[in-house]
């Protein structure tokens, strides 16, 4: 194996243990969203009980499924309980996406392209290297959260369902069922629609499809076969849970998102993803390569099936999210590898130096830009002062104010619960607990005026302390 071969293979790798480390060593975890998922996955590692329903600050929670959960946990059995060991899935679930994005996209080309022996999405090097440059993987590549791993079953689903309109074999539809079962335990009934609307739009990337009711009954039965590892995780939890979590579990925290009727829905206003499109695209938007290369793309849409294929992918899960209610950035990171794919046919008369070169540049400021930040930006996110606080009195009972999201069960290693109480009714609750501690973040000192201050210090935004009751 010479040198170029073995920097080919060898340079995403390498570049996926340098975020993980620049991640461990420069940035906290980030409340609330990090906090409460590794805090989630802490209480699962205490109730030694993976079938048993979720829990976050040791009260029942259904806003998630478990699989993230599941290989936190599996990484902790392995390593000993850490935010490093915790960290390592996630990590390995985004450099896993680079590896099936290039191979769904050299799949589209042999099989869909009208020209398949010259599209970009053959070249497997530069198709990595363009995603892995893209501004979402330098950001979300390491945050503890469910997108990537989603994407990771998208992909495959996506790998199944060429392989199935090509061959028909029932082992393909079979595996079909299963990745969509393991993107719902991933997060939820979302994984049905990031691949769902291009199954269904099959006549219009395979013009030569035939016995189309064959195809649409076929994916009757990749939904029925997904169900088998859902219900697996589903039936032993909802023996263990009251009707009322098992309504949230299965129906009120997806139908919740999509109306709004949620207390965690996000909701926002149908624009809000037209915005952000910029930025999922960066750095290639940048490019004129990409904008020359409009009319052409534009040209070859009655021609080629691979753009109609990518297309039927990302344009209806867009819109979709567009008309949901429920909105954040990163439900678009599964529509990513779609999104790169469109920019490697608008960069194929870019050398692949360039992109190298690019993906270099890219990855040096965003590791640098984290070392900056560590000192400055990321001091407003640690929770390390309160936690060491939260050490020192291992038996003192605790209240947060308010609104409480298990920010400090995993970073302190609670064994028990934070009460979440409202600031109007922490001195009742200082009167059933003397010598109990409260975390309060508030914005005046006005607001905490009346409680004895042990500490404070500055936190996304506001002011957080530590107060006692104050002295009779």
């Not at 071969?5 to 969203?33: E, Y």
């Not at 189309?212 to 032993?236: D, E, H, N, R, T």
């Not at 926002?268 to 910029?278: A, D, G, M």
Request: a positive charge.
């Amino acid at each position: 194996m010479n040198r170029q071969q073995l920097i080919s293979r060898l340079w995403l790798p390498a570049l996926g243990v340098a975020l993980f480390l620049t991640a461990i060593l420069c940035r906290p975890l980030l409340p609330i969203d990090e906090t409460r998922y590794m805090s989630v996955a802490w209480e699962m590692s205490l109730h030694q009980g993976w079938l048993d329903p979720l829990t976050k600050n040791f009260e029942p929670y259904s806003h998630k499924p478990p699989l993230l959960f599941w290989l936190i946990n599996m990484f902790w059995a392995m390593f000993g309980i850490s935010r490093w060991a915790g960290e390592i899935p996630i990590v390995l679930s985004s450099v896993l996406c680079i590896y099936l994005t290039s191979i769904l996209g050299r799949l589209i080309a042999r099989n869909l392209a009208a020209d398949n022996q010259q599209s970009p999405l053959l070249d497997t090097q530069r198709l990595c290297l363009i995603m892995a440059a893209s501004l979402p993987f330098m950001i979300y590549g390491t945050l503890v959260m469910f997108d990537f791993l989603v994407c990771i079953f998208t992909l495959l689903s996506l790998i199944l369902v060429l392989r199935y309109s090509d061959k028909r074999r029932l082992l393909d539809l079979i595996l079909l069922g299963v990745c969509l079962g393991f993107g719902v335990l991933a997060k939820g009934p979302v994984a049905y629609l990031y691949v769902l609307p291009c199954y269904l739009l099959a006549p219009l990337w395979k013009p030569d499809l035939t016995n189309l009711k064959g195809w649409y009954f076929s994916c009757l039965g990749a939904i029925l076969v997904s169900a088998i590892p859902v219900l697996f995780w589903l039936i032993p939890v909802l023996k263990e849970s009251n009707n009322q979590f098992a309504f949230w579990l299965v129906w009120n925290q997806t139908a919740g998102r999509v109306t709004g009727n949620f207390g965690e829905a996000h909701v926002r206003p149908f624009y809000f993803y037209l915005p952000l499109l910029p930025g999922f695209l960066m750095p290639w938007i940048f490019f004129p390569a990409v904008w020359r290369s409009i009319p052409a793309l534009k040209a070859s849409f009655k021609t080629d099936n691979s753009l109609r294929f990518i297309l039927c992918w990302c344009v209806p899960v867009f819109i979709a999210f567009s008309l949901i209610s429920g909105k954040q950035p990163h439900y678009l990171v599964p529509l990513v590898p779609a999104m790169m794919m469109l920019m490697a046919l608008g960069l194929r008369t870019i050398p692949t130096k360039t992109l190298a070169k690019t993906l270099a540049i890219v990855a040096l400021l965003f590791i640098a830009g984290q070392g900056i930040a560590k000192h400055y930006f990321f001091k407003k996110y640690d929770l390390t002062p309160i936690v060491e606080i939260i050490h020192q009195h291992p038996d003192a009972p605790f209240a947060y104010v308010s609104n409480y999201h298990a920010e400090f069960n995993f970073l302190a290693r609670r064994t028990s619960h934070i009460d979440d109480v409202n600031l109007e009714d922490l001195g009742a609750w200082f009167d059933k607990n003397p010598q109990g501690l409260a975390i309060v973040r508030y914005m005046k000192p006005e607001e905490v005026g009346p409680y004895t201050m042990t500490f404070t210090m500055r936190y996304r935004g506001r002011h957080i302390g530590i107060f006692t009751k104050p002295p009779q």
